[in-house]
């Protein structure tokens, strides 16, 4: 097994966390980044789709001025143009 080196502090908090769960540290470190490994999958896949998204939008010519926005945003929230 590959040992990895914690800062005392996160050592504390992995020990701490995996006391909670009834888990040894090891167990606990791996379950935590499992959880955190999906959601990031899962986060990166979004962002690529809403870029998709964006980018079909402006080939087919759904966009509108940033000046439009920007002006509608102060009205909206009453900042001084």
């Known amino acids: 097994m590959d040992t990895i080196q914690l800062k005392p502090e996160r050592r504390a908090q992995l020990e701490e966390y995996a006391h909670r769960r009834g888990q040894d540290p ?37 966009t509108r001025p940033a000046a439009e926005l920007f002006a509608r945003l102060r009205r909206k929230h009453g900042i001084p143009g």
Not at 27 to 55: K, N, P, T
């Open 26 to 62: 090891a167990s606990a470190l791996d379950d935590a980044v499992a959880v955190y490994l999906e959601w990031e999958r899962q986060d990166f896949a979004e962002a690529v789709e809403g870029i998709r998204c964006g980018y079909e939008d402006v080939k087919a010519g759904r």
